[in-house]
């Protein structure tokens, strides 16, 4: 069980977390992309604060790594990297497709499959497919939307589709089996997957951590 202080910049919307075994105590979220990295700094050491712990009290720091924001990515990781170091704390990385999906599970509670879509400019998104226990069925790619895309999913079943992408998708697809949920913070969703990897013990190490960018080109 464990104390963990959680970092999201991947997205339009940034939060940072503490959490003590998978609950939130406290958060701050920043809705300014352009601002994650002057809000992060600020809210860490508001939330410490707040929460009455040192970062000493800390058991483990905790980012997503990715995809998304290229910018937001390298702000978070290299905050997260430089927190653990220094303090000589375990590193743990989550998925941001992952977190979204999780999201996504917690407020449908449907046994069904579930899509995030990150916007990477244009008709390009980032996204993977996941099921109701989150085990892959579609690894983490940038793909070019079309009416056709996801057709073979969308045949075996319901998709809950979510995410800052999911509004082209919505405007290509008909198929009855597409649904869409509205997932937009997804602090709960980091809290949950990074104190399981602690439980765990699965740590990043910091020399071999990267941010997961799949393409480099969405400077957002």
């Known amino acids: 069980m464990g104390l963990i202080l959680n970092i999201d910049t ?3 919307t940034a939060s940072v977390s503490i959490a003590k075994d998978g609950e939130i105590l406290a958060s701050l979220v920043n809705e300014v992309q352009k601002e994650h990295a002057s809000f992060l700094h600020v809210a860490i050491g508001q939330l410490l604060k707040k929460v009455a712990i040192k970062p000493a009290d800390l058991d483990a720091i905790a980012v997503t790594e990715g995809p998304g924001s290229y910018t937001g990515l390298r702000v978070g990781m290299a905050s997260a990297k430089g927190m653990s170091y220094a303090l000589g704390k375990p590193f743990i990385t989550v998925g941001t497709l992952e977190a979204m999906a999780l999201q996504a599970i917690h407020l449908s509670n449907e046994d069904v ?18 099921d109701k226990e989150l085990e892959v069925l579609l690894q983490p790619c940038a793909m070019i939307l079309t009416e056709h895309s996801f057709a073979e999913q969308l045949a075996k079943g319901k998709i809950i589709f979510s995410g800052n992408g999911a509004q082209k998708w919505k405007s290509l697809t008909s198929s009855a089996h597409a649904a869409f949920a509205d997932v937009k913070e997804i602090a709960a969703a980091i809290s949950i997957l990074s104190e399981k990897k602690f439980v765990q013990e699965k740590f990043t190490q910091l020399a071999h951590s990267e941010p997961l960018y799949i393409k480099e080109f969405y400077n957002g």
Request: glycine share 0%; net charge negative; hydrophobic share 45%.
């Open 10 to 12: 991947s997205l339009e």
């Open 113 to 130: 499959m579930y899509c995030p879509l990150i916007d990477a400019r244009r008709m390009e998104v980032y996204t993977a497919i996941y």
